[in-house]
């Protein structure tokens, strides 16, 4: 199957089988006048001929060999140009829909397990981080990437306004479960001493204490103080 013909191919095409239509009447006027023009008439006639054939096959081209996306969406590639030869198995362009977009993002392998489907994923991107977006978990992996030891999960978000791009980068932190009244501080201020997670803090006196506490839910900042 070939490429159909433009519309300005087809356009040319009639432009010429125009003018070798007047070039036969042209001729056949000398003609009447000079006996010796005959051959300037059949000359005009195969002109003709060829043109008509090539306009046909312009316009047969341009009818049946119109490709219609499956789905509604944006051309992010196309890999052949005009002109060339496509069949059935051949790639003309690749259409996104943009509409919802997926999230392959990982996670710690021992994190995985808190990572359930249908906990809420919220996230930035780098072309605009302060732009918080919000996805669903669709599917947790259960293979370990030995490589980097994290676990890949799938989430889903809605695209509406069309901000967020096929093949971006983000930044995204899994909403574990979400708590109101909570204690917390910087993830920096929690030290590791003799074992045990303690938080230093200035007394009335104007000393330095440091107090064990229990952690609970972290994020990238800050963490949760339970006790």
Avoid: C
Avoid at 15 to 39: L, Y
Avoid at 99 to 121: F, H, M, T, W, Y
Avoid at 181 to 202: F, I
Wanted: zero cysteines; charged letters at 25%; glycine letters at 6%.
């Amino acid at each position: 199957v070939q490429q159909g013909s433009r519309p300005e191919d087809v356009r040319a095409g009639e432009v010429a089988v125009d003018q070798a239509a007047e070039a036969i009447r042209a001729a056949k006027e000398q003609t009447v006048q000079n006996r010796s023009k005959w051959q300037d008439v059949q000359i005009a006639e195969a002109q003709l001929a060829s043109a008509e054939g090539a306009l046909k096959t312009m316009r047969a081209q341009a009818h049946f060999l119109t490709v219609v996306s499956p789905l509604s969406g944006f051309v992010v590639g196309r890999t052949v140009n005009a002109g060339e030869n496509v069949d059935v198995t051949s790639v003309i362009a690749t259409v996104v829909d943009l509409s919802a977009v997926r999230l392959l993002l990982n996670v710690s392998a021992d994190k995985a397990s808190q990572i359930k489907p249908g906990q809420r994923v919220q996230f930035s991107t780098d072309a605009d981080p302060s732009h918080l977006h919000e996805a669903v978990i669709k599917l947790v992996n259960r293979v370990v990437d030995t490589a980097s030891n994290t676990v890949q999960i799938e989430a889903s978000a809605t695209n509406s306004d069309r901000s967020l791009r096929d093949d971006g980068f983000v930044k995204a932190s899994v909403v574990l479960r979400v708590q109101f009244g909570v204690l917390t501080v910087p993830t920096g201020a929690v030290v590791d001493k003799d074992g045990k997670s303690t938080v230093y803090v200035v007394g009335s006196d104007k000393t330095v204490k440091g107090h064990e506490v229990k952690l609970g839910i972290q994020t990238a900042d800050r963490i949760e103080i339970r006790s």
